[in-house]
């Protein structure tokens, strides 16, 4: 077990955890959260070695392997699949150790290696391998592209896919979803679901929480505080302790009415639509638990648009894609003040290209697309963060989109969103992705869009900033276009959801679980034959792994017996040489002895040539069974 003992840890000179215990049981699920910066990623590094407490103690197994997600992804030319397999390092060295052995003709050694490499799972690791990597979105094609082909994005999921594949004991991942899309967030749930190993996870996503583990540990006010259950459990026991402790929520009762406003208007859509009944249980659930989250540095909302033209965008018979490349065709869709859209789909089914077609980032191939006259776009990217002036502060970042306000107004606006004193006014080059991401959302408030396009926007952010957005989009007036790994943010802001899949957008008939559901019907389809055949190939393995050791056994032991022979006629044939090299054995009077040694000599020669060529024989016979075999493998 993991038993952390009156340890405090420190970063520099501040103290993140202050004389904390906790305790963690083998096979244990547990979430680890809390604000950014509170000293969670710095816990893992402890775990890991890499950092000490500075008083108590942190004591886990010494045997455990333990596992996590390399940060950084060289731009090698390996295959992809070759990288995901190079992170077993134990494998990869009985497999160098092979290659030696076959090199140096060691047939004991060949013979023993190959039975530490099944123990390893080495002929099945592709197999392994290529499940992985297609839950996590690749596509066959991909496995043998070169690592330097991929995005920053995919070398994450190629880092994951590593961690995944690695045998281990704890499992340590920090924001694993981060990079994913929501078809690869299903599929890993239920990886996590079926891990038998220890597990302590970061992660501001609340759905995969939930999915994830059992336990929750909250790193608040420099201490641990255990909780029992998942996340929503975690809500409701904090929100509890909360009403326990103040009654003073005046600062929530404005975001409760905004909430009560949309339940009303829902009510009566209840007995006909199910999106409809999923989103009141949604808000119902959020109005709960606002306790839980009263003491948020987060808070701000959407005003109303400047105008509401109706409708904002018509579109139909649309072909899209780049290029030559068409990637969605017969595309209608129109969009209404009102319209709060959730695109689903697979990853690379053109979610993000219909965004760009409506941010205005891309133009048809063909067809019609109408914007109107006002419409007023806030689209919300990861790329987005990049094009921040990385000299210039968040205040300066919102000064230029409004030169006639008063620096206290725009403070107060920054304040909403976290940015506080110093904090404002710092650059945005040292800044987190979470900080960035808080400022473009805050940039994009601030101009009062009345279409709003997000794409991913809670990647980077915590949970009570992820809270804060949620509760802003359920006051926002506009129509809403919304692509997220986040079905907690996707379940209570959207009425309607719309499937990309295939080349085409087509509204989706059910909620988030009837699309779960989809998706893994989706992935079983696609998997079933690859474990069939991947079952197959095991069997067929360990048939081929018996039949090799007992082809290879007589001539295994033939060769002991051949090198024995030769070491002693070698011998002999040393002694013989030195008796040979004493000057007085040629005098006449030791003529029979001479010839005797000549004689002994010649025929020990003849053994030994006649031995080595019969030991060459066997070992060619082994080396000849290890090639059939590598050529059946390939």
């Known amino acids: 077990m993991i038993k952390l003992s009156n340890m405090t840890l420190m970063r520099g000179n501040k103290v993140l955890l202050d004389e904390v215990s906790a305790q963690i049981n083998p096979g244990q699920k547990v979430a680890l959260i809390g604000a950014n910066g509170?000293?969670?990623?710095?816990?893992?590094?402890?775990?890991?070695?890499?950092?000490?407490?500075?008083?108590?103690?942190?004591?886990?197994?010494?045997?455990?392997?333990?596992?996590?997600?390399?940060?950084?992804?060289?731009?090698?030319?390996?295959?992809a699949i070759d990288y995901v397999i190079d992170g077993d390092t134990h494998l990869r060295s009985l497999q160098a150790d092979?290659?030696?052995a076959e090199q140096s003709h060691d047939g004991e050694a060949i013979g023993k290696l190959h039975g530490q490499l099944e123990h390893s799972g080495a002929y099945t690791v592709e197999a392994r391998a290529a499940t992985i990597l297609a839950g996590l979105g690749f596509s066959q094609a991909q496995l043998v592209h070169p690592v330097s082909a991929f995005s920053g994005g995919w070398r994450m999921r190629l880092n994951l896919a590593q961690a995944l594949l690695c045998p281990s004991d704890l499992l340590l991942l920090d924001e694993p979803t981060n990079h994913l899309d929501l078809d690869a967030v299903i599929w890993l749930e239920k990886w996590l679901q079926r891990y038998e190993g220890t597990l302590i996870l970061i992660s501001h996503d609340k759905a995969f929480i939930d999915s994830a583990v059992s336990s929750i540990i909250s790193i608040e006010h420099k201490k641990l505080v255990a909780y029992t259950g998942n996340y929503s459990s975690y809500e409701k026991q904090r929100a509890e302790r909360a009403r326990l402790q103040t009654i003073e929520y005046e600062k929530q009762q404005a975001k409760r009415a905004h909430l009560e406003s949309f339940i009303n208007r829902f009510k009566a859509k209840a007995s006909k639509a199910k999106q409809a009944q999923s989103r009141i249980k949604q808000l119902q659930k959020m109005e709960d638990l606002l306790p839980a989250h009263a003491q948020s540095q987060f808070n701000f909302s959407f005003a109303e648009p400047s105008a509401l033209p109706n409708p904002l965008v018509q579109m139909s018979d649309i072909k899209l894609g780049y290029g030559e490349t068409t990637i969605l065709k017969q595309v209608?869709?129109?969009?209404?003040?009102?319209?709060?859209?959730?695109?689903?789909?697979?990853?690379?089914?053109?979610?993000s290209t219909l965004i760009k077609l409506l941010a205005g980032v891309l133009t048809p191939q063909h067809g019609n697309f109408t914007t109107a006259q006002g419409l007023n776009v806030g689209y919300f990217a990861q790329h987005q963060l990049e094009t921040l002036d990385p000299k210039a502060s968040a205040l300066l970042h919102i000064q230029r989109l409004d030169e006639k306000a008063t620096e206290q107004s725009m403070r107060d606006y920054l304040g909403g969103f976290g940015f506080h004193g110093d904090e404002a006014t710092s650059p945005v080059a040292p800044m987190s992705g979470g900080?960035?991401?808080?400022l473009v959302l805050a940039m994009i408030v601030y101009q009062k869009p009345n279409l709003l396009l997000l794409d991913e926007p809670t990647n980077h952010l915590d949970l009570e900033m992820r809270h804060a957005l949620n509760i802003a989009l359920q006051a926002y007036e506009g129509a809403m276009v919304l692509v997220s790994h986040d079905r907690f943010l996707l379940g209570s802001v959207c009425e309607s959801f719309y499937l990309v899949n295939e080349g085409e957008v087509n509204p989706f008939d059910g909620d988030l679980e009837d699309y779960k559901n989809w998706i893994l019907a989706q992935v079983k389809a696609v998997q079933q034959p690859v474990d069939a055949e991947a079952k197959?190939?095991?069997?067929?393995?360990?048939?081929?792994?018996?039949?090799l050791r007992q082809q290879a056994a007589p001539f295994k032991k033939a060769l002991e017996k051949y090198e024995k022979q030769m070491a002693n006629a070698t011998d002999e044939l040393s002694k013989i040489e030195e008796q040979l090299a004493q000057p007085d054995i040629y005098d006449d009077r030791n003529k029979a002895t001479l010839l005797e040694l000549l004689t002994r000599q010649t025929h020990l020669k003849t053994q030994v040539e006649e031995v080595e060529s019969l030991w060459l024989e066997a070992q060619d016979a082994i080396e000849t069974i290890m090639q059939e075999k590598k050529a059946d493998t390939e």
Do not use: Y
């Open 332 to 351: 209608k869709l129109n969009l209404v003040p009102g319209s709060r859209i959730g695109l689903l789909g697979r990853n690379g089914q053109g979610k």
């Open 435 to 438: 900080e960035k991401a808080r």
């Open 38 to 79: 509170c000293g969670k990623s710095s816990l893992f590094a402890l775990l890991r070695h890499e950092l000490s407490a500075e008083t108590g103690e942190c004591n886990l197994p010494i045997q455990w392997r333990i596992v996590s997600v390399a940060q950084e992804t060289p731009a090698t030319e390996r295959r």
């Open 536 to 547: 197959v190939d095991r069997k067929a393995e360990k048939r081929k792994q018996a039949e």
């Open 98 to 100: 092979l290659v030696k």
